[in-house]
C-alpha cells in the first residue's frame, strides 16, 4: 500500500513515478490503465536491473574504443580520431543520464518499492540548469559529431585530391569547431532551463509559454531530430555510392590500386556504424519530439499523465541506444583487423608496440603486413 500523498509531493519526478500507475490499477482508480501500469514497470525493470550491466560494458568498451583509437594506432587518420571522440561522447553520455537519471530517479526507486530515491534536478535551480545543459551539450555534440564523421568520409570519396592534403591535426580542428557549434546551439536551453511551475508542481524543464523553445530543444538537444535526420539522410547517399561500387566490384578487385578497395571497406563501416544508431534512435527521438513538442494542453493532469507514459517509453527505447557502443566495438573487430590485433593485445595483456611492429601505416590510412 503507498503510504505517501502524492499530490503533495512538490516534484513532478518523484520516488512514486514507477508505482503509481499500477497502484491506481489495483485500486480501480480511473487514472491508469493496466497499459500504462505496464509501460511503468517494464521501464522500472530495465533501469533497476538490466540498465546497470549496460552501463558496465557500455563504460568498458567505450574505454577500450578510445585507447586503441588513440593509443594503438601509430599513424592516425581523420576518422580514427572522429571514432575516438565518438566513443569518449558515448561514454560521458551514457554516464551522466543513466548513473544520474535513470537509474536513481526510476531503477533504485522501483527495486526499493519506494523508499530510496535520487534526483538531481529536485536539488536546486541551479543543479537543474547544469545537468541539463550538460547532458543537452553532450546529446548535441554526439549528433553534429556523428555528421561531421559522414561529411567528412563523403566529400573525401567525392574529392580525394583535395581531402588527401587535410591531415590529423585538421580533424582535431573539425572536432574543435563541432564542439563550439554544439555549445552555440545549447545556449538558448541553458539559459532558460530552470525549476519551473505546472499543475502546482515543480519541474526541471523550460518556460512553458515559450513554444518556439520546446521546438528548438527537440530538434537540436532534447531529441536531436535535426541530426537524426540529416544522418539518415547521409546515411542514404553513402548507401548509394556503395551501391554503385559495389556495381563494380570486380573491376577493384582486380585494379591496382588498392586505395578504392580501401575505401569501400572504409565507407561500409562508417554505413554499418551509422546506420545502427540511427535505426536505435528513432523509437527514441519521434516519442521526445512528441512529448517535447506537445507539452500541455487543456487538460493539465491527463496531459502530465501522457506525457509520464511517452517519457516511460522513450527511456525504454533510450536504454537500447547505450547497447550501441558494445555493438561498435564488435563492429570493430569484424571489420577492422589492426583493431582485432591491438585488442587482442588487450585481453592477451601484451603492449601495444608488439602489433606496431608488425604493420605499418601508409599516408591514406591504410595497416599493411611488414613481415
Given at each position: ?205 523550460k518556460v512553458p509559454s515559450n513554444r518556439f523553445l520546446y521546438l528548438y530543444y527537440g530538434l537540436f538537444s532534447g531529441a536531436c531530430f535535426a541530426q537524426t535526420a540529416i544522418n539518415g539522410l547521409l546515411n542514404g547517399v553513402l548507401l548509394l555510392k556503395i551501391y554503385f561500387w559495389l556495381q563494380h566490384r570486380r573491376q577493384i578487385a582486380t ?117
Amino acid at each position: 500500500m503507498m503510504r505517501h500523498n502524492v499530490s503533495k509531493y512538490p516534484f513532478s519526478d518523484n520516488l512514486w513515478d514507477m508505482l503509481i500507475n499500477c497502484y491506481n490499477v489495483r485500486r480501480g482508480s480511473p487514472k491508469s490503465t493496466p497499459a500504462l501500469c505496464n509501460i511503468a514497470t517494464l521501464s522500472g525493470i530495465l533501469c533497476a536491473y538490466i540498465l546497470p550491466f549496460i552501463v558496465l560494458f557500455n563504460v568498458i568498451c567505450n574505454v577500450i574504443n578510445a585507447v586503441i583509437f588513440l593509443h594503438g594506432y601509430r599513424r592516425k587518420t581523420r576518422q580514427i580520431i572522429y571514432l575516438a571522440v565518438l566513443s569518449l561522447v558515448d561514454l560521458c553520455t551514457c554516464l551522466l543520464e543513466a548513473t544520474l537519471r535513470l537509474i536513481p530517479t526510476k531503477g533504485i526507486p522501483y527495486a526499493s518499492n519506494g523508499t530510496i530515491f535520487f534526483s538531481i534536478n529536485n536539488i536546486s535551480g541551479i543543479g537543474c540548469k547544469l545537468y541539463r545543459g550538460t547532458l543537452g551539450l553532450l546529446n548535441t555534440f554526439r549528433g553534429n559529431m556523428l555528421i561531421t564523421t559522414m561529411l567528412d568520409r563523403l566529400l573525401a570519396v567525392q574529392f580525394p585530391l583535395q581531402f588527401s592534403q587535410f591531415n590529423s591535426r585538421n580533424a582535431w580542428y573539425f572536432v574543435l569547431s563541432t564542439f563550439i557549434t554544439a555549445v552555440l546551439l545549447m545556449i538558448p536551453i541553458i539559459v532558460q532551463s530552470d525549476w519551473t511551475v505546472s499543475s502546482n508542481k515543480t519541474s526541471c524543464y523550460k518556460v512553458p509559454s515559450n513554444r518556439f523553445l520546446y521546438l528548438y530543444y527537440g530538434l537540436f538537444s532534447g531529441a536531436c531530430f535535426a541530426q537524426t535526420a540529416i544522418n539518415g539522410l547521409l546515411n542514404g547517399v553513402l548507401l548509394l555510392k556503395i551501391y554503385f561500387w559495389l556495381q563494380h566490384r570486380r573491376q577493384i578487385a582486380t585494379s591496382t590500386h588498392s586505395t578504392k578497395s580501401s575505401e569501400l571497406s572504409a565507407c561500409i563501416l562508417l554505413l554499418i556504424i551509422s546506420g545502427t544508431t540511427f535505426l536505435l534512435s528513432i523509437p527514441a527521438v519521434s516519442i521526445a519530439y512528441f512529448a517535447i513538442s506537445n507539452p500541455f494542453s487543456k487538460d493539465p493532469n491527463n496531459a502530465f499523465i501522457k506525457l509520464r507514459v511517452m517519457l516511460d517509453l522513450r527511456d525504454v527505447f533510450l536504454i537500447l541506444t547505450y547497447m550501441q557502443s558494445i555493438f561498435n566495438t564488435v563492429i570493430y573487430i569484424w571489420r577492422m583487423e589492426h583493431f582485432r590485433l591491438l585488442f587482442l593485445c588487450i585481453l592477451q595483456c601484451k603492449a601495444f608496440h608488439t602489433v606496431k611492429r608488425l604493420y605499418k601505416s601508409t599516408p591514406n590510412g591504410i595497416y599493411q603486413l611488414t613481415g
